[in-house]
């Protein structure tokens, strides 16, 4: 199985911009396809950006079109979301999540397996 860390969330001014990141260890991973969700306080868990094992596939959000940007670095057991032109309504835990699967569902929560430990991002108004 994978371990995942998420990192890099903070505090930010609306317009301002933050690059999460998504380290794994244990398997390799380029064996998972991987995903990006958030979470707000009494929300649901939502999806936000997912990337196929090879990097070639990516999958947005409407809310995320044109401001976030998935990638993946295999070599470095790395997966990446770049955060521009924030909002308030981005405020949000973030995880990245796994996906051991050959079947793509980028969006169901229920089709990763395994979970980062969240990151959290505020974004003032």
């Known amino acids: 199985q994978v371990h995942l860390v998420d990192a890099g969330g903070g505090l930010v001014q609306a317009g301002g911009s933050l690059r999460l990141s998504c380290a794994a260890s244990g398997r390799t991973l380029s064996n998972y396809f991987m995903g990006w969700f958030r979470q707000a306080p009494g929300e649901e868990r939502e999806f936000v950006a997912a990337i196929s094992r090879s990097g070639g596939s990516t999958y947005y959000a409407d809310s995320a079109k044109g401001r976030f940007t998935i990638s993946r670095d295999n070599a470095k057991n790395t997966v990446y979301l770049q955060m521009n032109s924030l909002k308030p309504e981005d405020t949000a835990v973030y995880y990245c999540?796994?996906?051991?699967?050959?079947?793509?569902?980028?969006?169901?929560?229920?089709?990763?397996?395994?979970w980062g430990q969240g990151t959290q991002v505020t974004v003032s108004s």
């Open positions: 999540a796994a996906d051991e699967s050959r079947t793509i569902r980028p969006s169901t929560v229920s089709a990763y397996d395994y």
